[in-house]
Structure formats: structure tokens, C-alpha cells
């Protein structure tokens, strides 16, 4: 973006950044009907995906395959990592899953993920339940 506003400069009082062929700004059903759809149709994305969905595909590629928590904030440009970690949060991975051999153990025995809630437990805590 940086480099396309530095060979692009946004120009007018309103400072588009992307104008339509006429000038003004983008009607959004005049790009999805005459760019989007079109271009989803050849690449054979299914009908009626949106720019968002593929957005967030794109930043869970980015997290699957390794991807800091800055780089993926600053690749979708978001104000802060905050607001990366509020969204996907739940895709990075924990300790347990980098590493799949590894086990915690200690008092409260082995901890598993239950496969219905997600949630964590140790053997001790599934006893007492």
C-alpha cells in the first residue's frame, strides 16, 4: 500500500485511494458484481464468498504455518497485536500442540484437552468430577 500511495498519491479533496473508472469512490456492488464475482468464478473460489472470508483464511495460513503474532497483525493491518490476538486467539497453537510428544506431568497427572469442550483437564480433575 505504501508503495502504491507513493506512485498513486490519493488525490482530491475526499482522498480516495481506490476511485471508480469514472472517479469517486468504489460502489461496493458495482465491484463485487463487475471484479469480485467474476474473478472468484475463474479461480473457482465457491459462489458467495466475500473479501472477508478469504481475508481470514489468509491469516489463519499465515498463523498454521508459523507466523508471529506481529508479522500477521501487520500483514492485515490491523492497529496492534491486541486486535490480532482478540481475533484468532484460539488458532495459534499452545505448548502442548507445538510440541505433540511432549506431556505435562507432575502432582495433578497428565493434562488433556477434552475432545467435546476444548477445555483442559489433568487426570486429578477428572477424578474429583
Same mark, same amino acid.
Given at each position: 500500500m505504501k508503495a502504491h500511495l507513493r506512485d498513486f498519491p490519493a488525490g482530491g479533496p475526499e482522498g480516495w485511494i481506490f476511485t471508480a473508472p469514472q472517479g469517486g469512490p468504489v460502489v461496493y456492488m458495482h465491484f463485487m458484481d463487475g471484479s469480485w464475482r467474476p474473478a472468484c468464478a475463474k479461480a473457482g473460489i465457491p459462489k458467495g464468498t466475500g473479501p472477508h472470508p478469504l481475508r481470514h483464511h489468509y491469516a489463519s495460513l499465515l498463523i498454521k504455518h508459523?507466523?508471529? =503474532?506481529? @508479522? =500477521? /497483525?501487520? &500483514?492485515?493491518?490491523? @492497529?496492534? %497485536? %491486541?486486535?490480532t490476538l482478540n481475533i484468532y486467539t484460539q488458532?495459534?497453537?499452545?505448548?502442548? +500442540?507445538r510440541e505433540p510428544g511432549r506431556r505435562r506431568q507432575g502432582v495433578r497427572g497428565p493434562v488433556r484437552r477434552c475432545p467435546a @469442550?476444548? $477445555? &483442559? /483437564? /489433568? =487426570? %486429578? +480433575? &477428572?477424578? $474429583?468430577r
Amino acid at each position: 500500500m505504501k508503495a502504491h500511495l507513493r506512485d498513486f498519491p490519493a488525490g482530491g479533496p475526499e482522498g480516495w485511494i481506490f476511485t471508480a473508472p469514472q472517479g469517486g469512490p468504489v460502489v461496493y456492488m458495482h465491484f463485487m458484481d463487475g471484479s469480485w464475482r467474476p474473478a472468484c468464478a475463474k479461480a473457482g473460489i465457491p459462489k458467495g464468498t466475500g473479501p472477508h472470508p478469504l481475508r481470514h483464511h489468509y491469516a489463519s495460513l499465515l498463523i498454521k504455518h508459523g507466523e508471529s =503474532v506481529k @508479522t =500477521v /497483525s501487520e &500483514r492485515l493491518g490491523h @492497529t496492534n %497485536a %491486541a486486535m490480532t490476538l482478540n481475533i484468532y486467539t484460539q488458532l495459534w497453537p499452545d505448548s502442548e +500442540e507445538r510440541e505433540p510428544g511432549r506431556r505435562r506431568q507432575g502432582v495433578r497427572g497428565p493434562v488433556r484437552r477434552c475432545p467435546a @469442550t476444548g $477445555r &483442559r /483437564s /489433568s =487426570v %486429578a +480433575e &477428572r477424578i $474429583r468430577r
